[in-house]
C-alpha cells in the first residue's frame, strides 16, 4: 500500500494560458490533458500540479487533493477501518479509476489508482 504522487489541484480560467506557466515553473512538460465532458471539465498535469478548468470546475473545488496511490481497495479499507467515510465509491477514469475518500480529519481526498501504462507515473 504506497502512495506514488501527491497532487495539488488548481482551478483556472484557460489551460493553454495555464499550462505554460506552469511548464516554466516546475521545468517540466504537460504530462496529459483530455476532457471530461459528463464532469464539465477538461484536466491537464504538470509535474505535480492538476489544473481543472471548465464550467465543472467549481464541483471539483471540495476535494482538497489528489493522489495516485497503488491499491485503492487498500486504502479504501484503511480509512474505513479508521473513521473515514466514501464520498463518492469507486468509478473508471481514463488509465484506470478513482474515489473520494474524507479522512478522520474531515480532509477530502481523491484517490486514483492507473492501470500499468495508464498514467506517466505508472511506466
Wanted: net charge negative; glycine share 10%; aromatic share 8%.
Amino acid at each position: 500500500m504506497k502512495t506514488l504522487q501527491v497532487l495539488s489541484r488548481v482551478f483556472v480560467e484557460d489551460l493553454d494560458r495555464t499550462i505554460p506557466v506552469y511548464e516554466q515553473l516546475l521545468g517540466e512538460p504537460c504530462r496529459m490533458r483530455f476532457p471530461i465532458p459528463q464532469a464539465g471539465i477538461e484536466l491537464a498535469q504538470v509535474g505535480s500540479v492538476l489544473l481543472y478548468a471548465g464550467e465543472g470546475k467549481d464541483r471539483e473545488r471540495s476535494v482538497d487533493l489528489s493522489l495516485v496511490v497503488d491499491d485503492l481497495e487498500q486504502w479504501r479499507s484503511y480509512w474505513l477501518e479508521r473513521g473515514g467515510c466514501v464520498i463518492r465509491d469507486m468509478w473508471p477514469v481514463a488509465g484506470g479509476r478513482n474515489m473520494v475518500l474524507a479522512h478522520p480529519d474531515g480532509t477530502a481526498a481523491e484517490y486514483l489508482e492507473f492501470f500499468e501504462g495508464g498514467h506517466p507515473c505508472r511506466d
